[in-house]
């Protein structure tokens, strides 16, 4: 926890000095920009950028003086930007759905404080490799805060606000409570955001009586909702959630035969 509380309040040092001493003009130059694009291009999952595409914007451009107030007062902000309606905690969801969403979308959840240095070294690693994006390294946390704070922009002040913003959020929620959040406020593709509006509207079901099969399928939405949403593609859907599954094997959230098992059983859709 020592170490936590220092790395915030390097961060939160970090972000006074960039946003009071001129640091967003700092990197205005084409060249810098174009480099940390580059950059964060390893760290942002590979499918964001299509999640976000699909999710509605209703973010603009706001003052140094509001970015610090919405750090100090993070809670207030968040509630300012959750609907209250149908709000699932994690005690009101199996935990088939909160273990497949944690495997494939962020394994070390539980263990990280908001961004997961492992994970960053592995993902620059495997891209570099490949050459391409192949394996993303942000957080439930750090989606968390983009989707309800961040731009879009690919920037140096963007990416550290987000650094802060999820060290705060870590700082101020339960483990529980920040994937709540996210469940909450995701968006599952075919104009269904949270958790409670794709139960119903893909199976016609609350949260909590998803079964397995139904729960890994949704937990493989997010990572690109307009691909694969079963009403737009089964296939696709059925392929996720063959990974979302295998990603519980690896965890050790459930065994092989049962994995096998859910793979076979029968979606029926609500429409």
Do not use: W
């Not at 509380?5 to 810098?32: N, P, Y």
């Not at 263990?111 to 490949?130: C, K, T």
């Not at 922009?153 to 994937?179: C, H, P, Q, T, V």
């Not at 409670?196 to 009586?209: I, L, V």
Request: hydrophobic fraction near 40%; include cysteine.
């Amino acid at each position: 926890m020592k170490f936590f509380r220092f790395l915030f309040f390097l961060g939160i040092v970090f972000f006074l000095s960039f946003f009071f001493s001129g640091g967003t003009s700092l990197f205005q130059s084409e060249t810098i920009n174009h480099i940390h694009q580059t950059a964060s291009s390893f760290l942002d999952n590979p499918a964001d950028a299509a999640t976000r595409e699909a999710a509605s914007d209703d973010t603009h451009e706001i003052s140094a003086f509001e970015r610090l107030k919405r750090t100090i007062f993070l809670k207030k902000a968040v509630q300012s930007k959750i609907r209250t309606d149908h709000y699932m905690t994690v005690a009101d969801l199996p935990p088939s759905l909160c273990q497949s969403v944690v495997a494939v979308e962020d394994s070390r959840f539980y263990s990280h404080y908001g961004f997961d240095p492992e994970a960053i070294m592995r993902a620059s690693l495997v891209n570099l490799q490949h050459g391409q994006i192949e394996e993303g390294a942000s957080t439930i946390t750090q989606q968390l805060v983009k989707n309800l704070f961040l731009s879009h922009e690919r920037s140096f002040g963007r990416k550290a606000e987000e650094f802060i913003l999820a060290l705060d959020m870590e700082m101020n929620y339960s483990k529980d409570e920040i994937l709540a959040l996210y469940l909450n406020t995701i968006y599952f593709g075919s104009n269904y955001y949270g958790i409670y509006d794709a139960s119903m509207g893909y199976f016609g079901k609350q949260p909590k009586d998803l079964a397995l099969p139904e729960a890994a399928m949704l937990a493989g939405l997010p990572n690109a909702p307009s691909l694969y949403s079963p009403y737009v593609d089964f296939l696709m859907a059925k392929k996720r959630q063959f990974v979302v599954l295998d990603a519980m094997v690896r965890n050790n959230y459930i065994s092989q035969t049962i994995a096998e098992d859910a793979k076979i059983k029968p979606i029926y859709l609500a429409h």
